[in-house]
């Protein structure tokens, strides 16, 4: 007997079918894609985290935040290069994947494999919901319209503000066209707006490009791997010396 329709249904309503005994393929039902991102792009109301009482929430798409030569040593790469949001959005577990993807192979396409460190400063905490409904023929008689309309977790997103660093790559002096062009590339993975800053700071440290070498000269930083610590001359002068034994 050939199919009754073929008309096409978010990928959702399988599970609604599943209840009420009807057979997908039989009907020539057709799986659809996801909602667009532009769907979640604004942040409307309060932030919604997985928890005990959140719970079926599907995993994120993005599993490593950080690329490159992660165990660098702080003084390895002194240049740094942020991706800055200029609006304040959401972004989706898949935007930052495309994003650590396309710059991590333009990396190691022109500078090399160890000659830099990319990190994704944001997570995505936030889920997304969406209300399951069907639009095959005769959906009006299985689906319920606006009553009970609190959707499902259908994925994860980011809360970005203003002026918040999204992610961040600290490489050497001669890879900054390299640093630049690849963040450039990683921008048009995400929604709105961003700006590529080359930051003053020494490595993905507080501590100024300009006073670097001095304090480095005077012993008053410590290194911790692949970042460092500015010792602190206030307090008692047991935990100054607690401090400065490991450093030395």
Same mark, same amino acid.
């Given at each position: 007997?050939?199919?009754?329709?073929?008309?096409?249904?978010?990928?959702?309503?399988?599970?609604?079918?599943?209840?009420?005994?009807?057979?997908?393929?039989?009907?020539?039902?057709?799986?659809?894609?996801?909602?667009?991102?532009?769907?979640?792009?604004?942040?409307?109301?309060?932030?919604?985290?997985?928890?005990?009482?959140?719970?079926?929430?599907?995993?994120?798409?993005?599993?490593?935040?950080?690329?490159?030569?992660?165990?660098?040593?702080?003084?390895?790469?002194?240049?740094?290069?942020?991706?800055?949001?200029?609006?304040?959005?959401?972004?989706?577990?898949?935007?930052?994947?495309?994003?650590?993807?396309?710059?991590? *192979?333009?990396?190691?396409?022109?500078?090399?494999?160890?000659?830099?460190?990319?990190?994704?400063?944001?997570?995505?905490?936030?889920?997304?919901?969406? /209300?399951?409904?069907?639009?095959?023929?005769?959906?009006?008689?299985?689906?319920?319209?606006?009553?009970?309309?609190?959707?499902?977790?259908?994925?994860?997103?980011?809360?970005?503000?203003?002026?918040?660093?999204?992610?961040?790559?600290?490489?050497?002096?001669?890879?900054? *066209?390299?640093?630049?062009?690849?963040?450039?590339?990683?921008?048009?993975?995400?929604?709105?707006?961003?700006?590529?800053?080359?930051?003053?700071?020494?490595?993905?440290?507080?501590?100024?490009?300009?006073?670097?070498?001095?304090?480095?000269?005077?012993? /008053?930083?410590?290194?911790?791997?692949?970042?460092?610590?500015?010792?602190?001359?206030?307090?008692?002068?047991?935990?100054?010396?607690?401090?400065?034994?490991?450093?030395?």
């Amino acid at each position: 007997r050939p199919p009754r329709s073929t008309q096409g249904v978010s990928s959702a309503a399988s599970d609604v079918y599943k209840r009420q005994g009807i057979n997908a393929e039989y009907m020539g039902i057709q799986r659809m894609g996801r909602r667009p991102a532009r769907c979640y792009r604004y942040c409307k109301g309060k932030a919604y985290p997985k928890s005990r009482y959140n719970r079926g929430v599907p995993d994120s798409h993005i599993r490593m935040f950080d690329a490159g030569r992660k165990k660098a040593r702080y003084d390895e790469f002194p240049l740094c290069v942020h991706l800055v949001s200029e609006e304040k959005e959401q972004l989706s577990s898949e935007a930052l994947e495309a994003a650590r993807i396309t710059c991590n *192979k333009y990396m190691m396409t022109k500078a090399g494999k160890d000659v830099y460190h990319l990190r994704i400063r944001v997570h995505p905490w936030h889920v997304i919901r969406i /209300n399951k409904m069907l639009s095959c023929a005769g959906a009006d008689r299985l689906q319920t319209g606006m009553r009970g309309a609190f959707g499902k977790g259908c994925g994860k997103v980011a809360r970005v503000k203003i002026g918040q660093i999204i992610m961040s790559m600290r490489c050497k002096e001669r890879d900054h *066209k390299h640093a630049l062009e690849a963040m450039r590339r990683a921008a048009y993975k995400y929604p709105g707006r961003q700006r590529i800053v080359a930051a003053r700071t020494h490595g993905f440290s507080s501590i100024l490009r300009t006073d670097y070498m001095r304090l480095k000269r005077e012993g /008053n930083l410590q290194s911790y791997g692949n970042h460092m610590k500015l010792l602190s001359r206030h307090g008692p002068l047991k935990a100054y010396l607690k401090q400065i034994v490991p450093a030395q």
